[in-house]
């Protein structure tokens, strides 16, 4: 069974950092590459990051580069999410998830899906 594990989430100001980590377990963790999607009330899901497990390779939207960045630890089947400089329109659920590659623009490429970490960034 696929499990994915996210944690981290809290309350920042504006300005903060939170580390968000997605435990995986159940899949081979080199052959996928694993992503955060988050979605705001009232709003669609927006794919924030992806990390392509088979080389390396990373994205980032727009909104989010330059104060977040991905990374992986293959020893402990987790990845992160350093979140710098955070704003109030960052305030969102954010979930781990996973595909064999990161999806171009649609989140629903996903396959397998972890519980969302509820990040809130105040002013």
């Known amino acids: 069974e696929v499990q994915l594990q996210a944690s981290g989430g809290g309350l920042v100001q504006a300005g903060g950092s939170l580390r968000l980590s997605c435990a995986a377990s159940?899949?081979?963790?080199?052959?996928?590459?694993i992503g955060w999607v988050r979605q705001a009330p009232g709003k669609e899901r927006e794919g924030v990051s992806c990390?392509?497990?088979?080389?390396?390779?990373?994205y980032y939207a727009d909104s989010v580069k330059g104060r977040f960045t991905i990374s992986s630890d293959n020893a402990k089947n987790t990845v992160y999410l350093q979140m710098n400089s955070l704003k109030r329109e960052d305030t969102a659920v954010y979930y781990c998830?996973?595909?064999?590659?990161?999806?171009?623009?649609?989140?629903?490429?996903?396959?397998?899906w972890g519980q969302g970490t509820q990040v809130t960034v105040s002013s």
């Open positions: 998830a996973a595909h064999w590659l990161c999806p171009d623009a649609d989140v629903n490429e996903y396959d397998h």
């Open positions: 990390i392509s497990r088979s080389d390396g390779s990373t």
């Open positions: 159940g899949i081979t963790f080199d052959d996928y590459a």
